[in-house]
């Protein structure tokens, strides 16, 4: 269900913005006259109010101080002549010399005929001192003042004054009302006049707004609106003209372009049609090229596995020739040995201390010997399973810690001349099933990849390589080196073939795209790097395995 908006006409909304802006100008200006008026007509009554206090204590003052009653009383006969004043006290301050309210009482009084007497208003003095105050109602207004001895300057007593303030309230009421008549009266007017405005101002636009929907319903794109006489409403005509021109313009052009898009249509298919069977044949030279390009990618990686594998039995000769030939030697100085003792035994030469000698020898030289064909034999199983899991692609259940000493002892002859540490970090327990050979690759590619660039300039190395179980069924390589890092711009496509720092240095660039390949299908797992430059570099790997267990 669409919601309807809600629309304004021009109309009302002049009127609401006139009327608006009309109230609130009456309004802000009738409140600050009542209220201006209100008070100028309190400020004259409290300046009447202590003018008349004041010239009261000024008439008592004499009397009061020779403590003459009935001459306070006559002295307060000018009152009679001020309507307004209804009740005065006058309050003597007693003999004891104290100015509290406390030691103060009324000495005499003047009541207006007809008034009532009002008591005694001590308390009150201080707060009405030359601040006359109106009473809850309004209907009179109290003021006091101190009587002060003319020569001395004492304090003789207080006068108290009540005037009647019916006039106020009175004043009050005609100004509100005078000011609301005023206020209602221009709000009128100003009604009457943003209707006549309002009228003048939307029967422009009433015509503009026809001639559109006439424009509209004919399609008559030649028709132009004619001006006003409001400024905004003729820039608007005008707009309105110049945008009819240009349909007009862009009507006529359409035409000549549908008339082009006949006569184009009719080469349009064959064009297409020629155009397809080029892009067909083209799509096909570039599947080709592709399935060509991964051909050769696998051949690439292929031959940087076999190349792995001519290192590493360059390696294996290079390992078992030293123990072999100890024991050539060994073996050799035993047959010289042995043909002197033959010659002295046919001789009849042959001493017993010889014999013990050659005996002595023997042992010596078989032990070379045997320690050697068995270190040589030890090389041989170590490279024959590297090289099985190199080639091969089947999961087998093997310790983790024996592998990785296995691919390293497969690179001692390329590390040996460097002073490079490699740390294996490992529970030797730990027994898992997967498949040896990617994590054989793998490791290698990573330490010779450490070795040729993230040691490049570096005389001595770490690396780190520890392994863990982080359930029950994954396991968590962590491959870090202390290195150069790797630059930012290579990191981002460090896992892309043919990316190389070493180009035209015998670098192929398929190393790390090799691991990439080995982690993500054969293992089915996930590799991440972390690297800065100048920081070195991580990679963690996890990928599943099955059987795993330590013990």
Same mark, same amino acid.
């Given at each position: 269900?669409?919601?309807?908006?809600?629309?304004?006409?021009?109309?009302?909304?002049?009127?609401?913005?006139?009327?608006?802006?009309?109230?609130?100008?009456?309004?802000?200006?009738?409140?600050?006259?009542?209220?201006?008026?209100?008070?100028?007509?309190?400020?004259?009554?409290?300046?009447?109010?202590?003018?008349?206090?004041?010239?009261?204590?000024?008439?008592?003052?004499?009397?009061?101080?020779?403590?003459?009653?009935?001459? $306070?009383?006559?002295?307060?006969?000018?009152?009679?002549?001020?309507?307004?004043?209804?009740?005065?006290?006058?309050?003597?301050?007693?003999?004891?010399?104290?100015?509290?309210?406390?030691?103060?009482?009324?000495?005499?009084?003047?009541?207006?005929?007809?008034?009532?007497?009002?008591?005694?208003?001590?308390?009150?003095?201080?707060?009405?001192?030359?601040?006359?105050?109106?009473?809850?109602?309004?209907?009179?207004?109290?003021?006091?003042?101190?009587?002060?001895?003319?020569?001395?300057?004492?304090?003789?007593?207080? $006068?108290?004054?009540?005037?009647?303030?019916?006039?106020?309230?009175?004043?009050?009421?005609?100004?509100?009302? $005078?000011?609301?008549?005023?206020?209602?009266?221009?709000?009128?007017?100003?009604?009457?006049?943003?209707?006549?405005?309002?009228?003048?101002?939307?029967?422009?636009?009433?015509?503009?707004?026809?001639?559109?929907?006439?424009?509209?319903?004919?399609?008559?794109?030649?028709?132009?609106?004619?001006?006003?006489?409001?400024?905004?409403?003729?820039?608007?005509?005008?707009?309105?003209?110049?945008?009819?021109?240009? @349909?007009?313009?862009?009507?006529?052009?359409?035409?000549?372009?549908?008339?082009?898009?006949?006569?184009?249509?009719?080469?349009?298919?064959?064009?297409?049609?020629?155009?397809?069977?080029?892009?067909?044949?083209?799509?096909?030279?570039?599947?080709?090229?592709?399935?060509?390009?991964?051909?050769?990618?696998?051949?690439?990686?292929?031959?940087?596995?076999?190349?792995?594998?001519?290192?590493?039995?360059?390696?294996?000769?290079?390992?078992?020739?030293?123990?072999?030939?100890?024991?050539?030697?060994?073996?050799?100085?035993?047959?010289?040995?042995?043909?002197?003792?033959?010659?002295?035994?046919?001789?009849?030469?042959?001493?017993?201390?010889?014999?013990?000698?050659?005996?002595?020898?023997?042992?010596?030289?078989?032990? @070379?010997?045997?320690?050697?064909?068995?270190?040589?034999?030890?090389?041989?199983?170590?490279?024959?399973?590297?090289?099985?899991?190199?080639?091969?692609?089947?999961?087998?259940?093997?310790?983790?810690?024996?592998?990785?000493?296995?691919?390293?002892?497969?690179?001692?002859?390329?590390?040996?001349?460097?002073?490079?540490?490699?740390?294996?970090?490992?529970?030797?327990?730990?027994?898992?099933?997967?498949?040896?050979?990617?994590?054989?690759?793998? @490791? @290698?590619?990573?330490?010779?990849?450490?070795?040729?660039?993230?040691?490049?300039?570096?005389?001595?190395?770490?690396?780190?390589?520890?392994?863990?179980?982080?359930?029950?069924?994954?396991?968590?390589?962590?491959?870090?080196?202390?290195?150069?890092?790797?630059?930012?711009?290579?990191?981002?496509?460090?896992?892309?073939?043919?990316?190389?720092?070493?180009?035209?240095?015998?670098?192929?660039?398929?190393?790390?795209?090799?691991?990439?390949?080995?982690?993500?299908?054969?293992?089915?797992?996930?590799?991440?790097?972390?690297?800065?430059?100048?920081?070195?570099?991580?990679? $963690?790997?996890?990928?599943?395995?099955?059987?795993?267990?330590?013990?």
């Amino acid at each position: 269900m669409t919601e309807r908006a809600i629309k304004l006409s021009i109309r009302s909304l002049f009127l609401w913005v006139v009327m608006t802006i009309a109230a609130i100008s009456l309004v802000s200006t009738s409140g600050l006259s009542i209220y201006t008026q209100i008070n100028a007509y309190r400020y004259e009554l409290d300046n009447r109010a202590n003018l008349l206090a004041k010239m009261t204590a000024n008439a008592v003052a004499n009397p009061l101080r020779n403590a003459s009653q009935a001459l $306070v009383e006559e002295s307060l006969q000018f009152l009679d002549a001020a309507d307004k004043v209804l009740n005065v006290h006058i309050y003597k301050t007693l003999p004891d010399g104290s100015n509290t309210l406390n030691a103060v009482e009324r000495f005499a009084s003047y009541n207006k005929g007809g008034q009532l007497l009002i008591p005694g208003k001590q308390k009150q003095l201080i707060n009405l001192d030359q601040t006359p105050l109106l009473t809850e109602d309004n209907d009179y207004l109290e003021s006091s003042r101190k009587i002060f001895d003319q020569e001395t300057n004492e304090v003789l007593g207080w $006068v108290y004054l009540r005037m009647s303030a019916d006039g106020f309230s009175q004043h009050v009421i005609k100004t509100v009302l $005078v000011n609301l008549g005023i206020m209602l009266f221009l709000l009128g007017f100003s009604f009457f006049l943003a209707l006549r405005f309002q009228r003048r101002a939307t029967a422009p636009i009433e015509k503009l707004s026809f001639f559109l929907q006439r424009t509209s319903r004919q399609r008559d794109y030649s028709a132009r609106a004619e001006p006003s006489n409001i400024k905004e409403i003729d820039v608007l005509s005008d707009d309105v003209n110049i945008m009819l021109s240009r @349909i007009q313009e862009y009507m006529h052009r359409q035409r000549q372009a549908e008339e082009q898009h006949r006569k184009l249509n009719a080469s349009l298919e064959e064009m297409v049609s020629q155009r397809t069977n080029a892009l067909k044949d083209a799509n096909q030279e570039l599947i080709q090229t592709l399935e060509k390009l991964h051909e050769f990618q696998r051949q690439i990686v292929q031959n940087e596995k076999m190349a792995s594998l001519g290192d590493m039995v360059a390696g294996v000769a290079h390992e078992v020739n030293t123990p072999i030939g100890l024991g050539v030697t060994a073996s050799t100085m035993m047959l010289d040995r042995l043909a002197v003792i033959e010659r002295d035994f046919e001789n009849k030469t042959l001493k017993a201390s010889a014999m013990k000698r050659f005996m002595d020898e023997s042992h010596e030289n078989l032990n @070379i010997i045997y320690r050697n064909l068995n270190r040589a034999a030890e090389l041989i199983s170590s490279f024959k399973q590297v090289a099985v899991d190199q080639s091969s692609e089947s999961s087998r259940t093997f310790c983790f810690a024996q592998l990785v000493n296995e691919i390293l002892l497969s690179l001692q002859p390329r590390l040996k001349k460097l002073q490079h540490n490699i740390n294996v970090d490992c529970d030797p327990t730990l027994c898992v099933e997967t498949k040896a050979g990617p994590i054989n690759q793998i @490791i @290698i590619n990573l330490i010779m990849n450490s070795v040729i660039h993230g040691f490049e300039n570096i005389e001595k190395g770490q690396i780190d390589i520890c392994a863990e179980l982080i359930t029950t069924n994954k396991l968590k390589i962590v491959y870090r080196d202390n290195g150069i890092g790797i630059p930012s711009d290579i990191r981002k496509r460090i896992f892309d073939p043919f990316v190389t720092t070493k180009r035209g240095q015998g670098g192929s660039g398929l190393g790390m795209h090799l691991v990439y390949n080995l982690v993500t299908q054969a293992l089915n797992g996930s590799i991440s790097i972390t690297s800065e430059v100048g920081s070195g570099v991580e990679f $963690v790997i996890v990928f599943p395995v099955s059987s795993a267990k330590t013990s």
